[in-house]
């Protein structure tokens, strides 16, 4: 991928390159010229408990360009820029930064807005009279979808604009990333919160549903693999968006578990759907981007609750959770590799800016293991290749019907980090008197 190849550390100043990727045909040399002018940055869509290391990672980058004269923010998105609600990142004294860069959700405010073309031009307006020069807009594939619109009206206004999409999203379903940013530190909460859970059921037996974000793509509840800590520990049955939900089937196997082990913990993805496609849930709700809103409700928890108590009898202890927002907002829960990896990709975006070899793009994160060591490095893509799509489990990291594989958990590992273990009492007994 390119422009780099190799990690960046953080305040680096190099500049490493590589040969163009064949996916993505540079512009003419002529039309590369960095130009000199204002940068300002966006966040938009979920926050995450990192997007703010690489809000703090632009900001750097940008204060230590020469070709970058101020650096904004802009409040909620697009529809700040749109009411002109920026604010000068510049000002800030780098204490503020570093405690800001720790702090989960959007500093700037979020938004959820598909901007019209009459928007894009507002936009460009605005830019235009602040002397933007450099827009980077922090979020998932529908902020992408939001900049590959805006750049194409900056482009054919002739507008010199250097556009560059950052990528944050708990999902991780971004296409051309090895993975997001905001994912590593979500995954780890879940992994917690469901061992936690197991600790919980193995106390009290039962049945225990966790309900878990992904609303197309199952990477999130996927990681409640990493929870397990022995044979016959939970979770012990796992659903995802991407195998298709069958009402006979799950029940059969919650059926089977609580044969084998007196208890049974479940997570299943708030995305999964029968064969038909429709979703357990049935959700009323669409957002801006046509998307099916999932979140904020415990409804899916009660209706696999109800038919799980219904198929075992009313005797059977059955309990349900949804994880909702905490999974993005949680202090103290936070990957240190994910907040490393948010803040090096903001550096990498503006280095990637400035230097001249793209326009615009969408910043991506490649996977360059070594000796079996992980080791990421930073790259860029066409905005048309991220915006909109979403990225599914491969069929590799599936393993049947309800569990992941051990390529899936060799994935994911390095991205959460280390993980608590729980402690088991030996139990010796006492003998008997009576």
């Known amino acids: 991928m390119v422009p780099h190849s190799t990690p960046i550390p953080d305040h680096e100043s190099t500049r490493p390159s590589a040969p163009p990727d064949h996916r993505n045909p540079l512009p003419p040399p002529s039309t590369m010229r960095p130009p000199r002018g204002n940068a300002l940055i966006g966040q938009s869509g979920g926050p995450t408990a990192v997007i703010n290391q690489s ?11 020469e070709e970058i004269q101020n650096v904004y923010g802009a ?42 073309l009459e928007d894009c031009e507002r936009l460009l307006e605005v830019m235009k009279a602040h002397d933007v020069r450099y827009f980077f807009y922090i979020g998932g594939n529908d902020s992408a979808e939001t900049a590959h619109l805006l750049n194409q009206v900056a482009v054919d206004s002739g507008y010199d604009l250097r556009l560059f999409h950052v ?6 379903d971004l296409r051309e990333t090895d993975h997001c940013p905001g994912y590593g530190s979500a ?91 429709e979703l357990i849930s049935r959700p009323a709700e669409i957002d801006a981007f046509g998307n099916a809103q999932l979140s904020g409700s415990g409804s899916l928890g009660d209706i696999l609750r109800e038919r799980v108590k219904a198929g075992l009898g009313n005797g059977t202890r059955v309990r349900a959770d949804t994880f909702g927002y905490l999974q993005r907002s949680f202090f103290g829960c936070v990957s240190e590799q994910d907040a490393t990896e948010a803040r090096a990709v903001g550096h990498a975006a503006v280095r990637t800016a400035v230097c001249g070899e793209r326009p615009h793009g969408s910043a991506i994160i490649e996977r360059c293991d070594e000796d079996g060591s992980y080791r990421p490095a930073y790259g860029c893509v066409d905005l048309e290749l991220v915006a909109r799509h979403t990225k599914d489990l491969p069929t590799e990291f599936l393993d049947g019907t309800h569990d992941v594989s051990e390529a899936f958990l060799a994935y994911v590992r390095p991205l959460v ?18």
């Open 167 to 172: 990528p944050k999203t708990i999902d991780n």
């Open 417 to 434: 980090g280390p993980l608590p273990a729980a402690g088991r009492l030996a139990r010796y007994p006492v003998p008997r008197r009576l």
């Open 75 to 116: 409040l909620n998105g697009i529809e700040g820029i749109m009411d002109e609600r920026l604010v000068n990142l510049g000002l800030e004294e780098p204490r503020v930064l570093q405690r800001v860069a720790e702090t989960p959700c959007a500093a700037l405010g979020s938004v959820r807005h598909k901007p019209t």
């Open 55 to 65: 809000l703090v990672g632009l900001v750097e980058e940008c204060l230590a360009s």
């Open 187 to 277: 995954a780890k909460f879940v992994a917690q919160a469901v061992a936690g859970d197991n600790e919980d059921n193995r106390s009290l037996g039962g049945v225990k549903i966790d309900v878990i974000m992904g609303r197309n793509a199952g990477w999130l509840t996927a990681a409640a693999a990493l929870a397990r800590c022995g044979e016959g520990e939970g979770p012990h049955l796992i659903y995802l968006p991407e195998v298709d939900f069958e009402w006979d089937a799950f029940l059969g196997d919650v059926s089977d578990v609580m044969e084998r082990h007196g208890r049974c913990v479940i997570a299943a993805s708030e995305g999964i759907h029968d064969p038909d496609g």
